[in-house]
């Protein structure tokens, strides 16, 4: 392709793949399936490789993110990030209009009022209709530049077109992790193994200073904006310069509305204060904003915030209750976890029966006893939490309380590491719930995908010692299966059918399905390309472990200790026997064919299909060799982004040839030669 037809597709594709998300992400319909789209955006991302010179900043290939920033450089705002005066009462609010009025000398202004969105305050800097930087709030006046994580937010536009829009402007807004995609983390953490996340806030704002685009890509952030800020406005009131931003495709929370008088505005406080639960993402008050420029600038400014604006806080809704009971589960990794059992009782618009307690430390530090009257409070988690105890209600003959020292389940001692909070039961082998959650992650839809058994069948089958372990589904019989209760021909035969055909699970999938604790679906996919299959996995010692992509010390120790098991490799020589994937496929890493045979390379830089590793083993594996330095002798440079400038101009010097990814894949596939 010469490049001017490039250019040509690449526009026509940005445009396309642009309009295409739009219609996804904003208006919530498709015209096209998500293959036709994955394709589109293939092509785009395959042609910015070979035509880097229009690899532009708003293109949506910056989306799927792909860039590694090591260090975020520091940047000064150009309008110092402020922050809002708080209040909590509608006397407050009502001072602080006054105040408004004194100042202004007149009572003909309007209120602007916005939800507070709990996230991470971001300045986007736009020139020429182009995002080129994105900023986290920092200490005010100076912050992070984080730009390459902001392109991953879908709802972020990269370019924006249209008449009027200003040549240089800056946009306010609050990132956030939605509470949806915060729990579905958090659940898959869960089936990891992982410690669960805090809350929404505080990973929204540890996904933006991650290294890895990619990774923050598949967090689906997202933005609402809040504010436009030039250096001559040409917008009069705040509520005019919401609409352009609006008009321009900026993520604007419909929850705005323009307030004639602080009536209105105590209103608008009432009206939001329980839908607020039903919007994507926590809020924890109102910003009430004077509408008029002209009006903000004759109020000024604080050393610290604006006159013109203030923030008011709901209180969190705390509702008194008593503490029936404690009741602890028992994971799949035997973590332990206290609830705190509830008389029921109405909070922000659901009753709620239950709180968690988190663990033993918890309950210490709030020195629960049963009985208590205790407060709790709805945060953004599902479960709310117990934030106190109303001591003056406690009952005289009341004991302090102790956590278990056995298992509920199968009554081991239980164990807690030093310096964890955690109790565990170590009795893994024989705990019920640790067997059987370990069923459940074997079959789950993201590991061996076995949807034709369910929780119920599992408990079933555990009861009747038919599964103890992954191995024995496989053993199961039609008559095993027919005799459990519920089952009659056509779903014994489903269910034996979905046995059967997890068989065909890569093996990527299968060392996910382990169960190994802190491997979870990413760092399974990286072990299985790294190491090629089981054996090489089982044998490798703590430093080649933590040599494979994302392998650090915790996970290494948690690898080895699990290989070291006679039971695991008891399990893993019978699901081998079965016929389970134990290696990565031939054909899923390019089976080589000795297109490369006799060729040296080396690898340099971050590269956009495969890890660095992953491009090593797939230079041996078509007869290639790969070297550590650049010599004269070396064939090919094979140069990724971010390589360092000093390989670059060695390489040039001494003539030998650079290529990039993708003449590498050309390469591979059979496409030529380089010429
Ligand atoms: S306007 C002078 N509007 O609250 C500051 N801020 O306490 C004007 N925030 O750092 C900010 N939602 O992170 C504004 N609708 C909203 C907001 C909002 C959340 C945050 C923002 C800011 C902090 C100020």
């Not at 299966?481 to 979905?498: P, V």
């Amino acid at each position: 392709m010469i490049e001017e037809e490039a250019k040509q597709r690449i526009d026509e594709l940005i445009e396309l793949v642009n309009y295409h998300n739009n219609l996804y992400y904003q208006q919530d319909t498709s015209e096209i399936t998500d293959y036709q789209f994955d394709m589109m955006l293939e092509e785009l991302v395959r042609l910015e490789q070979q035509f880097p010179q229009f690899k532009y900043p708003y293109s949506p290939s910056q989306r799927v993110g792909g860039s590694v920033t090591k260090s975020f450089r520091t940047v000064r705002h150009k309008y110092p990030m402020l922050s809002l005066g708080n209040t909590y009462s509608t006397d407050e609010l009502i001072d602080f209009d006054n105040r408004v009025k004194k100042l202004l000398g007149h009572s003909n202004y309007r209120y602007f009022c916005e939800l507070k969105f709990d996230g991470v305050a971001l300045s986007l800097s736009y020139e020429d209709g182009i995002l080129t930087q994105a900023v986290t709030r920092g200490d005010g006046s100076k912050g992070d530049d984080i730009t390459a994580n902001a392109r991953t937010i879908k709802t972020l536009p990269l370019r924006i077109t249209g008449n009027n829009i200003p040549q240089i402007f800056e946009v306010r807004g609050e990132a956030f992790m939605p509470n949806e995609v915060f729990h579905q983390l958090n659940a898959e953490r869960e089936a990891n193994g992982e410690v669960a996340l805090a809350n929404p806030r505080n990973t929204a704002s540890g996904t933006l200073k991650m290294q890895d685009s990619a990774v923050v890509a598949k967090r689906n952030l997202d933005c609402y904006v809040y504010s436009l800020m030039m250096e001559n406005p040409s917008f009069p009131t705040h509520s005019e310069s919401i609409a352009a931003l609006e008009k321009w495709g900026f993520n604007v929370s419909k929850t705005y509305a323009q307030c004639n008088d602080i009536n209105a505005v105590i209103e608008y406080i009432d009206h939001w204060a329980t839908l607020r639960f039903e919007l994507p993402l926590e809020t924890d008050g109102i910003v009430v904003k004077v509408d008029s420029f002209s009006d903000q600038e004759i109020l000024g400014f604080t050393a610290k915030s604006p006159r013109w604006a203030i923030a008011y806080k709901y209180k969190s809704e705390n509702k008194p209750t008593v503490l029936k009971s404690i009741s602890y589960q028992v994971g799949r990794t035997g973590a332990i976890t206290p609830v705190a059992n509830l008389e029921p009782v109405l909070l922000a618009g659901t009753t709620v029966k239950r709180a968690s307690l988190h663990n033993a430390n918890e309950i210490e530090r709030l020195g629960l006893r049963i009985g208590d009257t205790i407060f709790i409070e709805k945060g953004g988690e599902i479960i709310p939490k117990v934030t106190g105890i109303d001591i003056t209600k406690r009952r005289q003959d009341s004991q302090p309380l102790k956590f278990i020292e056995n298992c509920p389940e199968c009554g081991t001692r239980l164990m807690r590491q030093p310096g964890e909070a955690i109790h565990y039961c170590p009795n893994i082998k024989g705990c019920p719930p640790q067997i059987k959650g370990r069923i459940q992650h074997f079959i789950h839809r993201d590991t061996m995908d076995i949807d034709s058994i369910g929780e119920r069948t599992i408990a079933l089958l555990f009861e009747q010692q038919l599964v103890l372990t992954p191995a024995d589904l496989y053993k199961l019989q039609y008559d095993d299966i027919i005799s459990l209760e519920g089952f009659k021909d056509l779903s014994t035969r489903n269910l034996l059918a979905g046995i059967e055909n997890s068989k065909n699970s890569g093996f990527e999938r299968v060392l996910f399905a382990l169960g190994i604790r802190y491997v979870g679906k990413t760092v399974a996919e990286k072990l299985a390309y790294h190491f090629r299959n089981i054996d090489g996995i089982a044998s490798a010692s703590y430093e080649e472990l933590i040599e494979a992509p994302e392998i650090g010390d915790r996970i290494a120790k948690s690898i080895l200790s699990f290989f070291e098991d006679a039971d695991n490799q008891q399990l893993i020589a019978e699901l081998k026997e079965i016929g389970l994937n134990f290696e990565v496929k031939q054909e899923a890493v390019n089976l080589g064919n000795g297109s490369l045979s006799g060729m040296t390379f080396v690898v340099s830089g971050v590269f956009q299909s495969f890890d660095r590793e992953e491009l090593k083993n797939t230079i041996k594996q078509h007869g290639g060799k790969v070297m550590n330095g650049i010599s004269g002798k070396l064939n090919y440079l094979l140069a990724g982004e971010k390589m360092g400038p000093s390989k670059l101009k060695k390489a040039t010097d001494l003539g030998v040839e650079i290529i990039s990814e993708q003449q590498f894949i050309s390469m591979i596939e059979g496409n030529g030669s380089i010429q």
